[in-house]
């Protein structure tokens, strides 16, 4: 695997809301590389414009200025119909309140995104299937989500984060809504995903939730403090 190959480039990235009375920036100037391969955790102070990035990143919104390259293709100004063509077609997306859909089951919460690329019906059962065995949910394939746990839940939403094979899992406060045993076994996935090959980026709060990443990078006020490289993620790749 090349880790030199950027999935995203930034350059002086902004992002502005306008109202009649008040401008906000969320986000002033950021500069910022991710290569294939990478696991990144975004930090910083809550409105320090983390989800703000993750979101831009994640081609869920558009950026107010600078430039927004994914897989060396300029998007900044994309139109909402090739955002949502990029991401269905290349990322996938961990949320703290897992978004699953309760009148659905296990199974077919995670087939969702197969569905939206048209997959053919033999090919999604095989993916769906060898998702929910990678993530240890298979025996709750007919499950509704109320009747599962928090840790069990968030093992599915990451099933369907995966079920496309992203190049990019982006992650906003995964172990936000779990407890401490379910949040290790959560960011163990994560770290067990991105050690076969996907690219993930994550926004946390959590000191011990980030050690698990490459590099740790640092926001406040919107802007790009420091970034730093994890030693001990680090040194044990080494060993």
Do not use: W
């Amino acid at each position: 695997m090349n880790k030199e190959e950027l999935i995203i480039e930034t350059r002086q990235l902004e992002k502005k809301y306008v109202t009649d009375t008040v401008e906000t920036t969320a986000l002033a100037g950021v500069d910022l590389r991710i290569n294939r391969g990478e696991f990144v955790a975004i930090m910083g102070p809550s409105g320090c414009g983390k989800s703000t990035l993750l979101n831009i990143l994640g081609l869920l919104d558009s950026p107010s200025g600078g430039s927004l390259k994914f897989l060396g293709q300029e998007i900044g100004n994309s139109s909402e119909r090739q955002r949502a063509k990029l991401r269905k077609q290349n990322l996938g997306f961990v949320f703290q309140s897992f978004n699953l859909i309760d009148e659905l089951t296990v199974e077919e919460n995670i087939g969702l995104p197969l569905a939206y690329l048209g997959v053919s019906k033999a090919e999604t059962e095989r993916r769906v299937q060898e998702a929910m065995e990678r993530m240890g949910i298979a025996h709750r394939r007919s499950h509704f989500p109320q009747q599962l746990s928090g840790g069990q839940q968030q093992r599915a939403a990451i099933a369907r984060a995966v079920v496309s094979d992203p190049k990019l899992i982006l992650a906003d406060e995964p172990t936000g809504n779990l407890d401490s045993v379910h949040g290790r076994e959560v960011m163990a996935l994560l770290s067990e995903l991105n050690e076969r090959g996907t690219t993930v980026v994550m926004v946390t709060h959590s000191p011990s939730d980030a050690e698990y990443a490459h590099r740790i990078v640092n926001l406040f006020d919107g802007q790009i403090v420091t970034e730093n490289i994890n030693s001990r993620k680090h040194a044990a790749e080494l060993l």
